[in-house]
């Protein structure tokens, strides 16, 4: 068995001038493993994300993937900071779904996702067409191949978004409040296809949602954040039943009370 985490942060901070955004984080996630990410605005869970996706460098410690560094390469003993080339490669593994849909409004919702795996993975046209085609219809868009993103429901523009990520091949996808952006009758649909994608492949899979009941019924274990740190987490039926923390009673308290 495999027991080197798919995702590890080791000691990760982030500051944006004064403010510290991650406060030495450690969290490790196994391989397939299903975690959700919830608590308050400001509390890092968006920064995680944006770290694995290699779009906000760390000011401390080192991001891992499957054991080898994504932030660092290894040079005469020491990790130094990883070049473009690195992060390039590195990013290949780890795929990512905005909350809003950044498609590409000039092209159908198959071009949107054959356009990276020809640039970045060199797949020929045909390749990538049928490798698009089979993912679209995966998601329930068979039939709105040649659709512009104008001409699609929120819904369904979140699930090219989706398809559109997979056709990297990712080994990691990650979700950063991808209903938020949408209708609430549309926020089951793509929760639908996320449930799907998750009971379907072996993908590790890091969501960070407001959304509490999907949390509870589809992640293997939920991390809340609070001030830059894990305050507390577990699985979901514990920590939504009997949280330990005070700061995560309140939380739920008042996310369970809006909703």
Same mark, same amino acid.
């Given at each position: 068995m495999n027991e080197t985490p798919m995702v590890r942060f080791d000691k990760v901070s982030? /500051?944006?001038? %004064?403010?510290? !955004?991650?406060?030495?984080?450690? &969290?490790?996630?196994?391989?397939?493993?299903? !975690?959700?990410i919830i608590g308050p605005s400001g509390s890092g869970k968006t920064t995680v994300l /944006?770290?694995? @996706?290699? &779009? $906000? #460098? !760390?000011? $401390?410690? =080192?991001?891992y993937i499957d054991g080898e560094p994504l932030t660092h390469t290894p040079?005469?003993?020491? &990790?130094?900071?990883?070049? /473009? *080339?690195h992060l390039k490669r590195m990013r290949a593994n780890v795929g990512m779904v905005f909350q809003?849909?950044? &498609?590409? %409004?000039h092209m159908s919702a198959v071009k949107n996702c054959m356009e990276a795996p020809m640039t970045v993975l060199g797949l020929s046209r045909d390749e990538a067409y049928a490798r698009a085609a089979e993912l679209l219809a995966m998601v329930g868009l068979g039939d709105k191949l040649d659709h512009y993103p104008a001409q699609l429901s929120g819904g369904?523009?979140?699930? =090219?978004?989706? *398809?559109?990520?997979l056709a990297m091949r990712p080994r990691v996808m990650l979700f950063d409040e991808v209903t938020s952006a949408l209708d609430p009758e549309l926020c089951g649909e793509v929760l639908a296809v996320i449930r799907e994608l998750g009971a379907?492949?072996?993908?590790?899979?890091? @969501?960070?949602?407001?959304? @509490?009941g999907f949390a509870r019924e589809f992640a293997d274990r939920v991390c809340f954040f609070d001030q830059g740190k894990i305050a507390e987490q577990g699985a #979901?039926?514990?920590?939504?039943?009997?949280p330990r923390n005070e700061?995560?009673?309140?939380?739920?308290?008042? =996310?369970?009370?809006?909703?």
């Open positions: 982030k /500051r944006y001038g %004064p403010l510290t !955004v991650l406060d030495a984080l450690e &969290l490790d996630i196994a391989a397939n493993e299903k !975690v959700a /944006r770290m694995l @996706m290699t &779009l $906000e #460098p !760390v000011d $401390e410690g =080192v991001i040079r005469n003993g020491q &990790l130094m900071r990883a070049d /473009r *080339a809003h849909f950044n &498609l590409f %409004p369904q523009q979140q699930r =090219v978004a989706i *398809a559109r990520a379907a492949h072996d993908l590790t899979m890091l @969501m960070v949602t407001h959304q @509490m #979901p039926e514990e920590l939504f039943a009997e700061r995560t009673r309140q939380f739920l308290s008042a =996310v369970m009370a809006a909703g």
